[in-house]
């Protein structure tokens, strides 16, 4: 009983939160219509107290049929807003050509993450790139003219900086079953050191999945990706398990007492392509690849081995519009309160950046007895 207690308060405290009706639009994409969309990134505050917003463009393309389907993931960009995030100026660019280097040229701009350090700043970026290939003996699996996703990083003392400073590579995969890799989300554990989440897909592109790597604090260097620790799920998140953003939340200990805890909001969906539905049951948002549902899960103590699905058979955050898509959410702890954003579907198919932010009042108020 307490621990159903425990997940319906944190269910409720992550829906005032994350409120489709409620948000309103950040970033628009560059087109109203489907196939086009700004997000997958985060938000971060700098040290001048700037909140650092950073995402990408999306245009509409297939990633299983190259760039003969479309434009796909064109551009990277990084906002900055001194007024606490209720508006945002761009002030960083990065096209396909600035994020490639040596033969790597970029097909996609994928999901990003900002992380600002004592020395400085870095920035994850995920990308598909051409002249990377399948593994032997899986090469006719993989489409003419695609590429393989990996994650590189820029570091820079400043934000700004960031644009003259070299791409590294940091994880890529040659396993079949974790071939691509995408989507890198930050997270900080209180006791130091930097938790790199990131999702996975296998050579098939079957399904969607999550891993992580630890840096310890002062190291450059991050251990050796664990895969497999958040499996997916059993019904709406069957094919679609993607973690998008780690929330630590001090005021469930201060309040409940017990140990920390951390949201964890995922990415979920039933299949990875849209499948017609039986009229004679229950309609639904099933979720599928670009249109994923939105989910809830638990890390208690920050030990990413005890993570706890709390979102078991349906998907918790849904877009009363489109497809129902609302994903890649991520929450920044702010002094007034809490800021959210994600993708979320409208009537005419795009997925702009929206927002929504809860005060501190309102954290207490969904988290306190009775």
């Given at each position: 009983m307490e621990k159903e207690i425990q997940e319906e308060?944190?269910?409720?405290?992550?829906?005032?939160?994350?409120?489709?009706?409620?948000?309103?639009?950040?970033?628009?994409?560059?087109?109203?219509?489907?196939?086009?969309w700004f997000g997958g990134g985060n938000l971060a505050e700098g040290p001048d107290g700037a909140i650092y917003l950073v995402g990408r463009y999306r245009n509409p393309g297939d990633s299983t049929a190259g760039l003969a389907k479309g434009e796909r993931g064109l551009e990277l960009a990084i906002f900055r807003s001194s007024a606490g995030g209720r508006g945002f100026e761009k002030i960083?660019?990065?096209?396909?050509?600035?994020?490639?280097?040596?033969?790597?040229?970029?097909?996609?701009?994928e999901g990003s993450a900002l992380n600002f350090l004592e020395e400085g700043v870095e920035l994850f970026i995920s990308s598909e790139k051409a002249n990377l290939f399948y593994p032997?003996?899986?090469?006719?699996?993989?489409?003419?003219?695609?590429?393989?996703?990996?994650?590189?990083?820029?570091?820079?003392?400043?934000?700004?900086?960031?644009?003259?400073?070299?791409?590294?590579?940091?994880?890529?995969?040659?396993?079949?079953?974790?071939l691509q890799v995408k989507d890198p989300v930050v997270y900080s554990p209180s006791s130091g050191g930097t938790i790199l989440f990131f999702c996975t897909h296998p050579f098939t592109w079957s399904s969607s999945n999550s891993a992580y790597a630890f840096r310890p604090r002062g190291r450059e260097q991050f251990s050796?990706?664990?895969?497999?620790?958040?499996?997916?799920?059993?019904?709406?998140?069957?094919?679609?398990?993607r973690i998008s953003d780690l929330l630590?939340?001090?005021?469930?200990?201060?309040?409940?007492?017990?140990?920390?805890l951390s949201l964890v909001f995922y990415d979920g969906a039933e299949c990875?392509?849209?499948?017609?539905?039986?009229?004679?049951?229950?309609?639904?948002?099933?979720?599928?690849?670009?249109?994923?549902?939105?989910g809830l899960a638990i890390l208690p103590s920050e030990d990413p081995a005890r993570i706890e699905r709390v979102s078991k058979n349906v998907p918790l955050f849904v877009s009363p519009w489109g497809t129902g898509g609302c994903r890649y959410v991520h929450a920044l702890r702010t002094q007034e309160g809490i800021l959210a954003t994600w993708q979320q579907s409208q009537k005419d198919g795009s997925q702009p950046l929206v927002m929504n932010f809860l005060s501190w009042q309102g954290v207490y108020e969904a988290i306190e007895p009775g």
């Open positions: 308060t944190l269910i409720r405290l992550a829906r005032r939160l994350v409120n489709p009706e409620q948000a309103r639009i950040l970033i628009e994409p560059y087109g109203r219509e489907k196939g086009y960083l660019s990065f096209s396909k050509k600035d994020l490639g280097f040596e033969e790597y040229d970029v097909l996609s701009i032997q003996p899986f090469e006719d699996y993989q489409k003419p003219g695609t590429g393989v996703w990996t994650i590189d990083r820029i570091a820079a003392p400043g934000v700004r900086e960031l644009k003259d400073r070299p791409v590294r590579p940091l994880f890529s995969s040659r396993d079949p079953q974790y050796e990706p664990v895969f497999d620790f958040f499996r997916r799920g059993t019904t709406w998140d069957v094919a679609v398990t630590f939340l001090p005021e469930w200990k201060k309040v409940r007492g017990g140990e920390d990875l392509r849209d499948h017609e539905q039986s009229t004679w049951g229950v309609t639904r948002p099933r979720g599928y690849s670009c249109e994923e549902l939105g």
